[in-house]
């Protein structure tokens, strides 16, 4: 079973950075993706990855802000948040799964409509205006 363990969230101020980390032990997943959930809203991708093309997908609201990725040996994802907003404050859970390249890019452009399998526990962002 895959294990997620997101780190690296904290308090920042808008218009800074911030890089978040999650680990992945006993990888089975051909997609990888941040959500966030800010509070009082649904759960929502930022951004998802799929892994053997290294292709990566993005929300609207952070495309040119955000960054997803993963290390060479494919055990860390990683989100870099550049000039980062109020409105990006809140829970960043990074989840994956077995789905194809398709369902991949529809955890961002189709929200909703695939469900992922594994999550970590959360990290909090907060950005101060």
């Known amino acids: 079973q895959m294990q997620l363990s997101e780190s690296g969230g904290g308090s920042v101020e808008a218009g800074g950075s911030l890089k978040l980390s999650c680990s992945v032990a006993?990888?089975?997943?051909?997609?990888l993706g941040w959500f966030r959930q800010a509070p009082g809203k649904e759960r929502d991708a930022v951004a998802s990855i799929y892994r053997n093309l290294g292709t990566t997908f993005y929300a609207d609201s952070v495309k040119g802000r955000f960054t997803i990725s993963q290390d060479d040996a494919k055990t860390t994802l990683f989100l870099q948040m550049d000039r980062v907003r109020p409105e990006d404050t809140g829970m960043y859970y990074c989840a994956g799964d077995r789905i194809n390249y398709g369902r991949c890019e529809g955890l961002v452009t189709n929200p909703g409509t695939t469900n992922l399998g594994y999550w970590g526990r959360g990290t909090q962002v907060t950005v101060s205006s």
């Open positions: 006993l990888d089975t997943a051909m997609c």
